[in-house]
T-cell receptor, first 112, second 116 residues
Framework: NAGVTQTPKFQVLKTGQSMTLQCAQDMNHNSMYWYRQDPGMGLRLIYY???????DKGEVPNGYNVSRLNKREFSLRLESAAPSQTSVYFCASSTPAYNEQFFGPGTRLTVL | AQSVTQLGSHVSVSEGALVLLRCNYS??????LFWYVQYPNQGLQLLLK??????LVKGINGFEAEFKKSETSFHLTKPSAHMSDAAEYFCAVTPQGYSSASKIIFGSGTRLSIRP
Protein backbone atom coordinates (compact mmCIF):
# COMPACT_ATOMS: atom_id res chain seq x y z
CA ASN A 1 0.00 0.00 0.00
CA ALA A 2 2.00 2.98 -1.31
CA GLY A 3 -0.57 5.68 -0.44
CA VAL A 4 -0.12 8.74 -2.68
CA THR A 5 2.78 8.72 -5.12
CA GLN A 6 4.08 11.59 -7.25
CA THR A 7 6.51 11.79 -10.15
CA PRO A 8 8.95 13.33 -10.72
CA LYS A 9 10.49 14.33 -7.37
CA PHE A 10 12.51 17.17 -8.89
CA GLN A 11 12.28 19.08 -12.16
CA VAL A 12 13.99 22.08 -13.70
CA LEU A 13 12.31 23.79 -16.64
CA LYS A 14 13.06 26.77 -18.81
CA THR A 15 10.46 29.49 -19.23
CA GLY A 16 7.91 28.44 -21.82
CA GLN A 17 8.48 24.70 -21.54
CA SER A 18 5.64 22.37 -20.68
CA MET A 19 5.43 19.39 -18.37
CA THR A 20 2.99 17.11 -16.60
CA LEU A 21 3.16 16.16 -12.94
CA GLN A 22 1.79 12.72 -12.24
CA CYS A 23 -0.10 11.59 -9.13
CA ALA A 24 -1.61 8.25 -8.20
CA GLN A 25 -3.32 6.88 -5.08
CA ASP A 26 -4.14 3.32 -4.12
CA MET A 27 -6.60 4.04 -1.28
CA ASN A 28 -9.74 4.02 -3.45
CA HIS A 29 -10.47 7.67 -2.59
CA ASN A 30 -12.91 9.60 -4.73
CA SER A 31 -11.45 13.07 -4.11
CA MET A 32 -8.01 14.25 -5.20
CA TYR A 33 -6.26 17.61 -5.00
CA TRP A 34 -3.28 19.56 -6.29
CA TYR A 35 -1.64 22.17 -4.04
CA ARG A 36 1.37 24.40 -4.33
CA GLN A 37 3.46 25.37 -1.33
CA ASP A 38 5.44 28.59 -1.20
CA PRO A 39 7.37 29.99 1.79
CA GLY A 40 5.11 31.83 4.24
CA MET A 41 1.96 31.10 2.26
CA GLY A 42 0.99 27.64 3.45
CA LEU A 43 -0.73 25.40 0.92
CA ARG A 44 -2.83 26.87 -1.83
CA LEU A 45 -5.29 24.76 -3.77
CA ILE A 46 -4.76 24.73 -7.54
CA TYR A 47 -7.40 22.25 -8.70
CA TYR A 48 -9.37 19.42 -7.20
CA UNK A 49 -11.45 16.51 -8.38
CA UNK A 50 -14.39 15.41 -6.25
CA UNK A 51 -14.83 12.22 -8.26
CA UNK A 52 -13.71 10.53 -11.43
CA UNK A 53 -14.73 12.62 -14.42
CA UNK A 54 -15.04 15.94 -12.56
CA UNK A 55 -12.54 18.71 -11.90
CA ASP A 56 -12.89 22.17 -10.35
CA LYS A 57 -10.72 25.22 -9.93
CA GLY A 58 -9.21 26.06 -6.59
CA GLU A 59 -7.63 29.25 -5.33
CA VAL A 60 -4.79 29.59 -7.88
CA PRO A 61 -5.70 27.76 -11.13
CA ASN A 62 -4.21 30.17 -13.68
CA GLY A 63 -1.45 28.61 -15.79
CA TYR A 64 -2.43 25.04 -14.94
CA ASN A 65 -4.65 22.29 -16.33
CA VAL A 66 -5.61 18.97 -14.82
CA SER A 67 -6.85 15.57 -15.94
CA ARG A 68 -8.56 12.97 -13.79
CA LEU A 69 -7.55 9.99 -15.87
CA ASN A 70 -9.35 7.43 -13.70
CA LYS A 71 -10.12 6.98 -10.03
CA ARG A 72 -6.45 6.44 -9.16
CA GLU A 73 -4.70 9.11 -11.22
CA PHE A 74 -4.83 12.91 -11.26
CA SER A 75 -2.28 14.82 -13.34
CA LEU A 76 -1.32 18.49 -13.35
CA ARG A 77 -0.04 20.14 -16.53
CA LEU A 78 1.89 23.34 -17.01
CA GLU A 79 1.47 24.34 -20.65
CA SER A 80 3.97 27.22 -20.68
CA ALA A 81 5.99 27.38 -17.49
CA ALA A 82 6.79 30.73 -15.87
CA PRO A 83 9.26 31.57 -13.07
CA SER A 84 6.26 32.37 -10.82
CA GLN A 85 5.41 28.67 -10.96
CA THR A 86 8.61 27.74 -9.14
CA SER A 87 7.22 25.94 -6.11
CA VAL A 88 6.72 22.62 -4.37
CA TYR A 89 3.67 20.79 -5.66
CA PHE A 90 1.71 18.34 -3.55
CA CYS A 91 -0.96 15.93 -4.58
CA ALA A 92 -3.45 14.66 -2.00
CA SER A 93 -6.46 12.41 -1.77
CA SER A 94 -9.14 12.43 0.90
CA THR A 95 -11.43 10.09 2.74
CA PRO A 96 -15.22 10.46 2.58
CA ALA A 97 -15.26 10.81 6.37
CA TYR A 98 -14.10 14.21 7.66
CA ASN A 99 -12.28 15.09 4.43
CA GLU A 100 -9.01 13.86 5.99
CA GLN A 101 -6.27 14.38 3.42
CA PHE A 102 -3.35 12.12 2.58
CA PHE A 103 -0.38 13.73 0.87
CA GLY A 104 2.24 12.62 -1.58
CA PRO A 105 5.95 13.43 -1.07
CA GLY A 106 5.89 16.44 -3.40
CA THR A 107 7.53 17.61 -6.61
CA ARG A 108 10.08 20.41 -6.39
CA LEU A 109 9.84 22.46 -9.57
CA THR A 110 12.19 25.24 -10.60
CA VAL A 111 11.43 27.38 -13.63
CA LEU A 112 14.40 29.38 -14.93
CA ALA B 1 -16.54 31.26 4.62
CA GLN B 2 -13.78 29.50 6.45
CA SER B 3 -10.39 30.76 7.49
CA VAL B 4 -7.53 29.67 9.70
CA THR B 5 -4.99 31.84 11.47
CA GLN B 6 -1.80 30.47 12.97
CA LEU B 7 -0.18 32.90 15.39
CA GLY B 8 3.57 32.95 15.02
CA SER B 9 5.34 31.81 11.88
CA HIS B 10 8.28 30.57 13.96
CA VAL B 11 8.34 29.16 17.49
CA SER B 12 11.53 28.14 19.29
CA VAL B 13 11.59 26.12 22.52
CA SER B 14 14.21 24.28 24.53
CA GLU B 15 14.32 20.51 24.55
CA GLY B 16 12.06 19.29 27.36
CA ALA B 17 9.98 22.49 27.43
CA LEU B 18 6.28 22.83 26.69
CA VAL B 19 5.31 23.22 23.05
CA LEU B 20 2.30 25.47 22.30
CA LEU B 21 1.31 26.23 18.71
CA ARG B 22 -1.70 28.48 18.28
CA CYS B 23 -4.54 28.12 15.79
CA ASN B 24 -7.76 30.13 15.54
CA TYR B 25 -10.47 29.43 13.00
CA SER B 26 -13.45 31.13 11.51
CA UNK B 27 -16.30 29.04 10.16
CA UNK B 28 -19.99 29.71 9.58
CA UNK B 29 -20.83 26.07 10.36
CA UNK B 30 -19.32 23.63 12.89
CA UNK B 31 -15.95 22.59 11.53
CA UNK B 32 -13.68 19.62 11.49
CA LEU B 33 -10.18 20.70 12.49
CA PHE B 34 -6.80 19.15 11.78
CA TRP B 35 -3.14 19.52 12.64
CA TYR B 36 -0.62 18.30 10.09
CA VAL B 37 3.15 18.06 10.44
CA GLN B 38 5.70 18.43 7.65
CA TYR B 39 9.27 17.28 8.17
CA PRO B 40 11.95 18.70 5.88
CA ASN B 41 11.60 17.64 2.26
CA GLN B 42 8.52 15.53 2.97
CA GLY B 43 4.78 15.76 2.45
CA LEU B 44 2.29 16.55 5.17
CA GLN B 45 1.08 13.87 7.56
CA LEU B 46 -1.83 13.98 9.96
CA LEU B 47 -1.03 14.58 13.64
CA LEU B 48 -4.60 14.67 14.95
CA LYS B 49 -8.13 15.69 14.06
CA UNK B 50 -11.22 17.06 15.80
CA UNK B 51 -14.47 15.52 14.60
CA UNK B 52 -16.78 16.66 17.46
CA UNK B 53 -16.51 13.36 19.37
CA UNK B 54 -14.35 14.88 22.13
CA UNK B 55 -12.97 18.35 22.67
CA LEU B 56 -9.53 17.11 23.80
CA VAL B 57 -7.91 15.20 21.00
CA LYS B 58 -4.77 13.11 21.33
CA GLY B 59 -2.52 12.51 18.36
CA ILE B 60 0.72 10.87 17.45
CA ASN B 61 4.12 11.60 19.02
CA GLY B 62 2.61 12.88 22.30
CA PHE B 63 0.77 15.85 20.80
CA GLU B 64 -2.73 16.88 21.76
CA ALA B 65 -5.11 19.72 20.94
CA GLU B 66 -8.20 21.14 22.60
CA PHE B 67 -11.21 22.46 20.71
CA LYS B 68 -12.59 25.57 22.41
CA LYS B 69 -15.72 26.79 20.68
CA SER B 70 -16.02 29.95 22.78
CA GLU B 71 -12.51 31.00 21.76
CA THR B 72 -12.70 29.54 18.21
CA SER B 73 -9.33 27.95 18.93
CA PHE B 74 -7.62 24.61 18.39
CA HIS B 75 -4.16 25.03 19.89
CA LEU B 76 -1.59 22.21 19.67
CA THR B 77 0.44 21.25 22.73
CA LYS B 78 3.09 18.79 23.82
CA PRO B 79 4.33 18.69 27.43
CA SER B 80 7.98 18.03 26.66
CA ALA B 81 9.66 18.91 23.36
CA HIS B 82 12.04 16.51 21.68
CA MET B 83 14.62 17.33 19.05
CA SER B 84 12.70 15.18 16.57
CA ASP B 85 9.70 17.54 16.86
CA ALA B 86 11.46 20.16 14.76
CA ALA B 87 9.22 20.58 11.72
CA GLU B 88 6.54 22.80 10.21
CA TYR B 89 3.02 22.47 11.58
CA PHE B 90 -0.18 23.34 9.75
CA CYS B 91 -3.65 23.84 11.17
CA ALA B 92 -6.56 23.17 8.77
CA VAL B 93 -10.35 23.44 8.76
CA THR B 94 -13.21 21.97 6.74
CA PRO B 95 -16.94 22.26 7.47
CA GLN B 96 -18.80 19.36 9.04
CA GLY B 97 -21.19 17.67 6.71
CA TYR B 98 -19.01 18.81 3.85
CA SER B 99 -20.13 18.24 0.31
CA SER B 100 -17.87 17.22 -2.52
CA ALA B 101 -17.59 20.92 -3.33
CA SER B 102 -16.16 21.81 0.06
CA LYS B 103 -12.48 22.25 0.48
CA ILE B 104 -10.02 22.13 3.35
CA ILE B 105 -8.34 25.42 4.22
CA PHE B 106 -4.80 25.42 5.59
CA GLY B 107 -3.14 27.98 7.79
CA SER B 108 0.17 29.51 6.74
CA GLY B 109 2.17 27.21 9.00
CA THR B 110 4.37 27.50 12.11
CA ARG B 111 7.96 26.38 12.02
CA LEU B 112 8.97 24.76 15.31
CA SER B 113 12.65 24.81 16.29
CA ILE B 114 14.04 22.92 19.28
CA ARG B 115 17.09 24.25 21.15
CA PRO B 116 19.38 21.65 22.75
Amino acid sequence: NAGVTQTPKFQVLKTGQSMTLQCAQDMNHNSMYWYRQDPGMGLRLIYYSASEGTTDKGEVPNGYNVSRLNKREFSLRLESAAPSQTSVYFCASSTPAYNEQFFGPGTRLTVL
Amino acid sequence: AQSVTQLGSHVSVSEGALVLLRCNYSSSVPPYLFWYVQYPNQGLQLLLKYTSAATLVKGINGFEAEFKKSETSFHLTKPSAHMSDAAEYFCAVTPQGYSSASKIIFGSGTRLSIRP
